[in-house]
């Protein structure tokens, strides 16, 4: 970035500040390290620096005090968010299926914000899960619950004909019912709180739900059957939570990412990989590498995003400034899928 990007960047942070009923006397919080939001960006598909900024997090503390459940916070978009949303002041539970990559997550957040962070680690499609993840979460922080982002998944691919039974049961457990059911153990402390707000003082304070879609699920993709029907059910979801919650200002919004760089675009080759319910799952794309220029061209921008500009869109639909979005589905896309 030139120097007169940066001065211009500059001008704009310095308007970002917290609406007046958010500010306080906080300390502020530190500069963001771009390496720890960034740190999947590694494969030959990252981009340029000069393509890249940092968030500032000096000028505003966007979610001051707002109590956050992120699911998937251990790597990728969800350890970006988990950070982002720190350092604008909430109170973050970092809940992961890996519990050394969540507890990286919030010995970062820790050691850079302060100690405003839990960790949650499990399967979010087990059984006691949702309840459990919400029941630590409003112990740890007084009771309250304003942000939950649904963000745990992967990708389990295979062509219609030969996909197995379990793969489609997967995708569609992992991406649609366990977010369904976190919603409802959310519920008590969202809708039902935000309700018994409005009947003691005629107003509620702003919550937000942010899922997670893709736009294999606004637009298909071979071999990915599965995980386009899901991430198409989470978006009528969204839709369907908003309709019903939007009078007590409880707002529901769908995040549809294009080529974000973590390890579910990664060369399939490499190795990465999950368990989960003892299945040993390979993540990535076959021959991503070799195909890495394809994907920079499907945008309009001509590279990939980062998991820091992936976080960025869920703080914009999480903070006050988007109260008047909900029901929507965002395509962060980088102008891909147009």
């Known amino acids: 970035m030139n120097a007169k990007a940066q001065e211009r960047l500059g001008r704009l942070a310095g308007h970002l500040t917290a609406p007046d009923h958010m500010s306080s006397s906080h300390p502020k919080a530190p500069q963001c390290d771009k390496n720890a939001l960034n740190t999947e960006s590694t494969s030959s598909t990252s981009t340029s620096s000069t393509n890249q900024g940092c968030y500032n997090y000096e000028p505003g503390r966007l979610l001051l005090n707002q109590v956050a459940i992120i699911t998937g916070a251990g790597s990728g978009i969800g350890r970006a968010a988990a950070i982002l949303f720190a350092h604008h002041g909430a109170y973050v539970c970092v809940s992961d299926i890996d519990a050394a990559a969540a507890e990286a997550t919030a010995d970062f957040i820790r050691n850079s914000a302060g100690d405003r962070c839990i960790t949650v680690v499990g399967d979010v499609t087990a059984e006691d899960f949702p309840k459990r993840c919400v029941d630590a979460t409003v112990k740890a922080f007084g009771g309250a619950l304003h942000i939950l982002v649904l963000n745990a998944g992967f990708t389990w691919d295979g062509v219609v004909h030969k996909m197995k039974p379990k793969q489609w049961d997967m995708m569609l457990n992992v991406h649609c019912t366990a977010p ?65 919650w939007g009078s007590f200002n409880v707002r529901a919004n769908s995040l549809v990412y294009g080529h974000i760089n973590t390890r579910l675009v990664q060369d399939k080759e ?61 395509e962060v896309t980088g102008g891909g899928w147009m």
């Open 270 to 330: 490499k190795g990465a990989s999950i368990s989960v319910n003892g299945e040993t799952i390979t993540l990535g794309i076959p021959q991503a590498d070799a195909t890495a220029g394809l994907m920079q061209q499907l945008s309009a921008l001509g590279r990939v995003g980062t998991t820091e500009e992936a976080a960025g869109a869920m703080l914009l639909l999480a903070c006050p400034y988007a109260s008047y979005i909900t029901g929507q589905a965002i």
């Open 180 to 244: 369904f059911r976190l919603i409802q153990a959310a519920a008590p402390y969202m809708r039902d709180a935000a309700k018994n707000e409005m009947q003691r003082t005629g107003h509620a304070h702003p919550r937000s739900i942010l899922t997670v879609s893709s736009v294999s699920g606004v637009h298909g993709n071979a071999g990915q059957a599965n995980y386009a029907a899901a991430k198409a059910g989470i978006v009528g979801l969204t839709k369907a939570v908003a309709k019903e």
